[in-house]
């Protein structure tokens, strides 16, 4: 059975920072992508971040390049977003998610877990 929880999120102002975490309990987490999706009612859901689990690679969406991390601790079976500078346009809920298949910009999600909300106030 699956299990991701969020947790991290919060209010900041613009160009601050916040550190997001994912809990996750999944069998098979070594052989899997995992990454962070965000969606803002009445919008799109739009990709941020992914990690092979194994390896470490991180792909980003164009919008948090350079600006958010993507990290993960295989001991804690953890995951981690900090995202420094943020912005007004920022401010979503944030969800962990499996990746299903990494298909750039676009990736196929899998399980995601409940979301956490981040506030960003200019």
């Known amino acids: 059975q699956v299990q991701l929880v969020e947790s991290g999120g919060g209010l900041v102002q613009a160009g601050g920072s916040l550190r997001l975490a994912c809990g996750i309990s999944?069998?098979?987490?070594?052989?899997?992508?995992m990454g962070w999706f965000r969606q803002t009612p009445g919008k799109e859901r739009e990709f941020v971040a992914a990690?092979?689990?194994?390896?470490?690679?991180?792909y980003y969406g164009d919008s948090v390049k350079g600006r958010f991390t993507i990290s993960r601790d295989t001991a804690k079976n953890t995951m981690y977003l900090q995202m420094n500078s943020l912005k007004p346009e920022d401010t979503s809920v944030y969800y962990c998610?499996?990746?299903?298949?990494?298909?750039?910009?676009?990736?196929?999600?899998?399980?995601w877990g409940l979301g956490t909300q981040v506030t960003v106030s200019s």
């Open positions: 990690i092979t689990w194994t390896g470490g690679t991180a």
């Open positions: 999944i069998p098979t987490i070594s052989i899997l992508t």
């Open positions: 998610s499996v990746i299903e298949r990494l298909v750039l910009p676009n990736p196929q999600f899998g399980p």
